[in-house]
């Protein structure tokens, strides 16, 4: 038969141990990490609203409206203060600045130094012709320029027939591609509008030729 009392008192021991552990390593704990808070100061600068990283855990935060912020760190940690509107600021948490309850920041505005710039009104000479070839524009090299041969026509663009198109539908569950923008033009009439209009545009031409020839 169990005796309850040892038992308890057994219980009671080991959970006296189990706590005198936790609070050893806690204190520990705290003796390397902590919740490190700071301040960032200007006199002329939004202090709302800027970041707060860690660089070497990866934790982040922001200042309230008074500048306050709170971040987590260790011994050693750097933190940087940056934002949009002020220049980066680098904290090396050394033991110092780790043991220190509060830390103020001095924060600079950002300033962004431009090139000189020369402004002219123009500087165009009121004959358009001369303006044009003293612009530097070169005209786009062609075929003919490099001596290759290359196509001059018109660029059509390419009608998917549906064959192709249900073939590849069949064989999605393959892993074939499928043409997305082929499957909506066949459904909504697109190709077959536009082979209309070629057909259109063909026979346009032809009377247009005979006309021609004929000096109608």
Avoid: C, W
Avoid at 160 to 177: C, E, M, Q, W, Y
């Amino acid at each position: 038969m169990i005796n309850i009392e040892r038992y308890l008192k057994g219980v009671k021991i080991i959970f006296s141990f189990l706590l005198l552990g936790t609070q050893i390593i806690f204190s520990q704990t705290n003796q390397y990490y902590k919740s490190f808070k700071g301040e960032v100061v200007s006199d002329s600068l939004n202090l709302s609203g800027i970041h707060i990283i860690n660089k070497t855990s990866g934790a982040k935060s922001i200042t309230n409206e008074n500048g306050l912020f709170s971040i987590g760190v260790k011994k050693n940690d750097t933190i940087i203060i940056s934002s949009i509107q002020i220049k980066p600021h680098v904290i090396v948490v050394n033991p110092k600045v780790f043991s220190q309850d509060l830390i103020k920041v001095y924060i600079e505005p950002f300033v962004n130094q431009l090139d000189n710039v020369e402004v002219k009104p123009h500087n165009l000479s009121g004959n358009m012709l001369d303006d044009m070839l003293d612009s530097g524009i070169k005209n786009p090299i062609n075929f003919d320029d490099v001596g290759i041969p290359g196509f001059k026509g018109k660029r059509e663009e390419k009608i998917v027939s549906g064959k192709s198109v249900i073939l590849s539908t069949l064989l999605l569950p393959l892993g074939a591609p499928l043409d997305i923008e082929a499957v909506y033009k066949h459904l909504s009439g697109y190709y077959k509008r536009l082979k209309k209009k070629r057909l259109l545009d063909k026979q346009y031409t032809s009377v247009v030729s005979i006309m021609e020839f004929y000096g109608l």
